[in-house]
């Protein structure tokens, strides 16, 4: 492919010759430098440890003393002593790269459970039901609209509009309305 792109490319340009032949052109560019760039590699920070004071970090968070201690409050006591080894996200830093540095609680793992789904293979087997807010005709009055629909035709099955939401209404909806009045204000 890339020697197709290179026959055509000085008539029509990499890109219409990629285009043509459908080969992205990172593909193309990536093929033809890649080997001879490589990948870029990172250098280390010249700041960071050596493995000698990583090595006696280490050893120094290990001691006996240190065991039971998170890597702050051994920072803090290192101090208090006059000793500097490193940073606290520093020695985070080390023991997490030697897998020293974990959840130290018992946690519970909860099993993945099933989410229940509700499957219907005619009409009228399942139902569900919703209530909405409607704004009213007047300010800071409201109707609840309850509304009960089949599952497997979606068909509203009843409907009720009430005045204010409560478990008082009732039990089973209409299909005419029941309409209820808002209440009205004398001033």
């Not at 130290?104 to 039901?129: D, E, F, G, M």
């Not at 109707?143 to 089973?172: C, H, M, Q, T």
Request: glycine content about 6%; hydrophobic content about 35%; proline content about 7%.
């Amino acid at each position: 492919m890339n020697a197709l792109v290179d026959s055509a490319a000085p008539q029509l340009g990499v890109a219409p010759a990629c285009a043509a032949l459908g080969l992205p052109r990172a593909t193309y560019y990536r093929t033809r430098y890649g080997e001879r760039l490589g990948p870029k590699r990172r250098r280390g920070s010249p700041r960071a440890l050596s493995s000698d004071q990583g090595r006696e970090v280490l050893e120094a968070l290990h001691e006996e003393r240190f065991v039971d201690l998170p890597p702050a409050e051994v920072y803090s006591q290192l101090l208090d002593e006059g000793t500097y080894l490193c940073s606290i996200r520093t020695m985070y830093r080390l023991l997490a790269s030697h897998d020293e540095v974990r959840e130290r609680r018992q946690q519970r793992i909860h099993p993945p459970h099933a989410k229940p789904q509700l499957c219907s293979t005619k009409p009228n087997q399942v139902w569900t039901w919703d209530i909405t807010k409607l704004l009213g005709p007047r300010r800071w009055t409201y109707f609840y609209l309850y509304v009960i629909v089949d599952i497997y035709s979606r068909y509203v099955v009843g409907w009720l509009l009430a005045d204010k939401e409560s478990a008082g209404l009732p039990n089973s909806c209409s299909s005419r309305p029941a309409r209820a009045r808002a209440s009205r204000r004398t001033r």
